[in-house]
Structure formats: structure tokens, C-alpha cells
């Protein structure tokens, strides 16, 4: 497959770089995704959390850099769309999976990781194909076409982690950010407010894919 044709070269330490995190990720990712269907496979999800929290955290964590590579102009991707999609995964991992002990073993918790799994081994490993022009078209095409499948799946698990975090929290009074002695912030109140910006959040991020798939087969074809 040619290169986009809307591609800039970028410096070689650039690219290298890239190329390096893409393929880091995407076999983070790939592990994130066995843990998954493993667990899934195997009737029960009492040791899905154990076994994935450490990877599932480096590797979702470590998305937050793409954000950074947006804003400096190593990549073309819309920074704020970026922050978007990482704010809402590393919000749920951090602030509703890593307090909510009932949302770990849920189905929730199942989809959300086997959902993202499937989202982000191909996407790394385009990424990095992408930058050596080297993209077979099965995987051009599973890059721009699993998101109208899972992004909906990957919604549902995160929703539903953030609905067993917040029955979890109703009872407690735990999780306040008290900024002043007067003014003070639950984590139950802050998960509601999250999950309301889904309402606009989701169908924007979706949209987005729809008209990037559109663009990209079209550049394909040209």
C-alpha cells in the first residue's frame, strides 16, 4: 500500500521512536486482550482483575503520551480527539476499575478490556506499518472498520464499570477531594458527571471514525 499521500516526512529519530512505541503497545495490548479471553473462556472473572490490572495500567497509561505526540506534531491526529478517547479510558481504569472491587469481576470489566484489545492491537500495529509504508490491506481495513463494532462494546464496558463503581461508592463516604475546608468534591459525583459527557462524548467519537474511514478509503483508492 502507498503511504498516505498527505504524509510529511519526519525525522528519522521521529519515526524510529514512533515505530518503537506503536509495536511496544500493540504487543501490550495483545497481552491485555489473552488475559481477557482467557478469563472469559474459562466461565469465570473472579481472577480477570489480578491478572490483568499490571498490564492493563502500563499500557493504557502509557497512551496518555499520545496526547503529547498530537500537540509537538508528531502525528496529524486531532490532539483534542485524542485527549478525548485517552481521558475516558484512563479515567475509567484509574478512577472507576481501580476503586470498585465489584466492577474487577464484572462482564463489564470483560468487555471493556477484550473490547479495547481488539481496538488496539490493529491500530498499534498499523501505525507502525504506516510509518515503513508497509500496510497490507486486511489491516488498513481492520484499522478503519472494528471501531463501528467495538467503540459501542468498548462504551458499554466502561458505562458499566462506572454503574458497579458507583453503586459501590453510594454507601460510602469514601473518595472526597476536599480543595478547601468549604469546598469539597465526591468521586460519586464526578463518576455521574463523566459518565453524562458519554451522552454527547460517544456519537462525536464515533462520528469522527466514520468520516476518517470515508477520507482514508478514499485516499486509498486515489
Known amino acids: 500500500m502507498a503511504k498516505n499521500k498527505e504524509s510529511?516526512?519526519?525525522p528519522f529519530i521521529v519515526t524510529a521512536y514512533l515505530v518503537i512505541y506503536n509495536l511496544l503497545s500493540c504487543f501490550g495490548w495483545l497481552y491485555v486482550l489473552y488475559i481477557g479471553i482467557k478469563n472469559v473462556a474459562s466461565g469465570?472473572?473472579?481472577?480477570?482483575w489480578a491478572e490483568v490490572e499490571i498490564p492493563l495500567k502500563v499500557v493504557q497509561t502509557a497512551a496518555?503520551?499520545?496526547v503529547l505526540h498530537s500537540i509537538v506534531g508528531f502525528v496529524k491526529?486531532?490532539?483534542?480527539?485524542?485527549f478525548m478517547q485517552v481521558f475516558s479510558r484512563v479515567w475509567t481504569l484509574w478512577a472507576v476499575m481501580d476503586i470498585a472491587p465489584p466492577a474487577q469481576t464484572s462482564v463489564f470489566m470483560a468487555l471493556a478490556c477484550i473490547s479495547w484489545g481488539l481496538v488496539e492491537v490493529p491500530r498499534y500495529l498499523f501505525y507502525a506499518a504506516n510509518l515503513v509504508s508497509a500496510?497490507?490491506?486486511?489491516?488498513?481495513?481492520?484499522?478503519?472498520?472494528?471501531?463501528?463494532?467495538?467503540?459501542?462494546?468498548?462504551?458499554s464496558g466502561e458505562l458499566?464499570?462506572?454503574?458497579?463503581?458507583?453503586k459501590f461508592l453510594s454507601d460510602k463516604d469514601l473518595y472526597i477531594f476536599k480543595f478547601t475546608p468549604d469546598i469539597q468534591v465526591s468521586l460519586?459525583?464526578?463518576?455521574?458527571?463523566?459518565?453524562l459527557t458519554y451522552i454527547p462524548g460517544g456519537p462525536t467519537m464515533y462520528l469522527h471514525m466514520v468520516k476518517t474511514r470515508k477520507k482514508q478509503f478514499k485516499l486509498l483508492k486515489e
Open 8 to 10: 510529511k516526512p519526519i
Open 44 to 48: 469465570s472473572l473472579e481472577n480477570l
Open 64 to 66: 496518555c503520551l499520545e
Open 77 to 82: 491526529s486531532p490532539w483534542f480527539t485524542t
Open 135 to 155: 500496510v497490507p490491506y486486511p489491516l488498513f481495513w481492520l484499522r478503519y472498520s472494528l471501531f463501528a463494532v467495538l467503540y459501542p462494546t468498548g462504551i
Open 160 to 166: 458499566g464499570c462506572m454503574y458497579y463503581a458507583y
Open 188 to 195: 460519586l459525583i464526578l463518576i455521574v458527571l463523566v459518565a
